[in-house]
């Protein structure tokens, strides 16, 4: 199956700085990856959809212009949590999904803003 | 109405028991299903997909689909505490294609030894 690679895993920022989060599909090359937030005791909730070479699909109440995605490859794409603020505190997870297949998840980064 | 439920638990069971995980979905147009284990602080990975009705087995681990009452089931056999994680059910946006993936809420799971 498909390796995604999520960096960081792990990150504390102060409030009002943006924070980049990469996804790298390893060995498959997405034209979608997608990006989910997970809050404490709660389920997965997909955010956006990132398309390689355009603009990214936004959930409804996800703001895109705090939430930026760029997928600039077929292998790598970035979510930029900007101006954070302690309710982003969060787990973001990444996805690929090969067509008719399975979908694969990055290990997800932490994302603690103080 | 979300498109898929799922009790949040927790649930503990002592290990060596037989642990049932449930599901339902509003849509009867539903046709795939997956379950997804996440173990704390990782991503979920995948532990089976289910097409349409009836069963499916991998090891100790059964999926279940009764489209008559919209409601899927994972059965976990000879719980191991390695078991313990949250099992998510989630249903493709499209026919199993590169859609979007809906998530229920996930079931914690606590294999007691």
């Known amino acids: 199956g498909a390796v995604v690679s999520q960096h960081p895993s792990w990150v504390i920022c102060k409030s009002g700085t943006s924070v980049k989060i990469e996804c790298r599909s390893l060995?498959?090359?997405?034209?979608?990856m997608f990006w989910y937030r997970q809050f404490p005791k709660q389920s997965l909730m997909l955010m956006a959809t990132?398309?390689?070479?355009?603009?990214?699909?936004?959930e409804q109440g996800v703001e895109k212009d705090k939430f930026l995605i760029n997928h600039a490859s077929l292998t790598l794409s970035t979510l930029t949590v900007t101006s954070a603020h302690p309710e982003d505190s969060s787990f973001y997870i990444c996805?690929?999904?090969?067509?008719?297949?399975?979908?694969?998840f990055g290990q997800g980064t932490r994302l603690t803003v103080v | 109405q979300k498109e898929v439920e799922q009790d949040p638990g927790p649930l503990s069971v002592p290990e060596g028991a037989i642990v049932s995980l449930n599901c339902t979905y509003s849509?009867?147009?539903?046709?795939?299903f997956m379950w997804y284990r996440q173990y704390s602080r990782k991503g979920p990975e995948l532990l089976m997909y289910?097409?349409?009705?009836g069963n499916k087995e991998d090891g100790r681990f059964t999926a279940q689909v009764d489209k008559s009452s919209k409601y899927i089931s994972l059965f976990i056999r000879d719980s191991q505490p390695s078991d313990s994680a949250t099992y998510l059910c989630?249903?493709?946006?499209?026919?199993?294609?590169?859609?979007?993936?809906?998530f229920g809420t996930g079931t914690r799971l606590t294999i007691i030894p």
């Open positions: 996805s690929v999904r090969q067509p008719n297949t399975e979908a694969f």
């Open positions: 060995d498959f090359q997405a034209t979608t």
């Open positions: 990132s398309n390689e070479g355009s603009k990214a699909t936004y």
């Open positions: 849509n009867s147009a539903f046709q795939y």
């Open positions: 289910t097409y349409s009705s």
């Open positions: 989630a249903r493709p946006g499209g026919n199993f294609g590169n859609e979007k993936l809906t």
